[in-house]
DNA sequence: GGATCCTTCTTCTTCTTC
């Protein structure tokens, strides 16, 4: 029988089994009807016609409808519902839980305490086996509905592109990502960058959409500490190049600047953002290359049109919250590797 | 000189109607 969607839509909806046979019965010449006609099956419907009915269908006086009268309808019609058992999660503990802190640092730096800026170069000791590093561990544990979404985004961006030009559009995000970066590290050390660092011919003032983004957050950025260094967990064997560590508005924070296409206002935007800035906080605190201890962190994520970037501040009890699911990730990175 | 490393980014439903 051929109904009209609107029709079966609204009486299944509405739950009354005996209208929405009638109803059926009344409009199931209808597609037939409208085909003939270049307009809208819905105004081919004799609306005088059909009012007491529909009226009588819809209305709430005719129809008192309950939660449990809904569901005894759709169970005449659609069969009884299957209800999935409720899963609960085991809760899942750490096989080696390892604290955020560090005891044997004394304290957590304070803004007037003398220090000169670290800026430690990645090492490789081909003699030792090599560490993982914070960003390999975060993509070898991505959930399946991250990788779904992430392949899906490419499929789409290539079907948009080509191969070729989704090579190019990636090279260009991450090229522009490094330019960034070594922007800031200039404009916070005022150091001039090496000239291959911020010289683009074919995109000139690249990144100045990106550093007006950011000119509000580098007004509360004071004390650099650290830039662009690497930190090692001691115990936990991983390591990582944090972007800065410098003062935030009164608290001493590990920064990660990102650059983004599409607005991220909100920390959940980031993804597994606040997960690396936990990590690096971690090989911090452990590592003994750093005198001081660090519990906040900051993302920063600037828009190259120049809109202002968003600044998603984590505090201490946010880290410690992101540094346990930080230490999941890590086992079940070192569990795959086994 | 070449290879490798870390990082740089990318994700969250989808449609109609007013």
């Known amino acids: 029988m051929r109904v009209c969607a609107l029709c079966s839509l609204s009486v ?17 010449s209808l597609p037939a009807l409208c085909a003939r006609k270049k307009s809208s099956e819905y105004s081919c419907v004799d609306s005088e016609h059909y009012s007491s009915l529909v009226r009588a269908v819809v209305s709430t006086r005719t129809s008192a409808q309950t939660p449990e009268s809904i569901e005894s309808e ?46 430690i170069a990645l090492q490789r000791n081909s003699d030792q086996p090599a560490l993982p590093s914070v960003t390999k561990v975060l993509q070898k544990t991505m959930s399946a509905s991250q ?9 789409r961006k290539i079907a948009e592109l080509g191969e070729e030009g989704f090579k190019e559009y990636s090279m260009n995000l991450f090229k522009q990502g490094k330019l960034f970066h070594a922007a800031i590290e200039a404009a916070l050390t005022q150091e001039t960058p090496p000239k291959e660092d911020v010289e683009c011919p074919e995109c000139p003032d690249e990144v100045a959409g990106y550093l007006q983004s950011i000119s509000h957050v580098l007004e509360d950025v004071t004390g650099v500490r650290a830039i662009e260094s690497v930190v090692e967990h ?16 009164g608290s001493l924070c590990v920064i990660d600047w990102k650059t983004s296409e599409k607005p991220k206002p909100f920390l959940h935007n980031t993804y597994d953002n606040p997960l690396q800035v936990a990590a690096y906080i971690g090989a911090l605190n452990s590592d003994n290359n750093y005198s001081y201890q660090v519990e906040n962190g900051l993302i920063v994520v600037a828009y190259k049109d120049g809109s202002p970037a968003h600044s998603h501040r984590l505090s201490a009890e946010q880290v410690t919250q992101y540094w346990e699911k930080w230490l999941f990730r890590l086992e079940e990175y070192k569990e795959k590797d086994v």
């Open 74 to 119: 759709d169970a005449r019609l659609f069969g009884a519902v299957v209800r999935s058992k409720p899963r609960q999660a085991p809760k899942k503990t750490l096989k080696n839980p390892c604290p955020l802190l560090n005891e044997a640092k004394s304290s957590i730096w304070s803004e007037h305490e003398e220090g000169a800026m670290t800026r």
């Open 12 to 28: 299944a909806r509405a739950g009354l089994g005996s209208g929405l046979f009638s109803l059926r019965r009344s409009f199931s």
């Open 147 to 155: 990788l779904f979404y992430l392949e899906r985004w490419k499929r």
């Open 234 to 249: 001691q115990s936990l064997k991983y390591l990582g190049i944090m972007d800065c560590v410098a003062m935030y508005r």
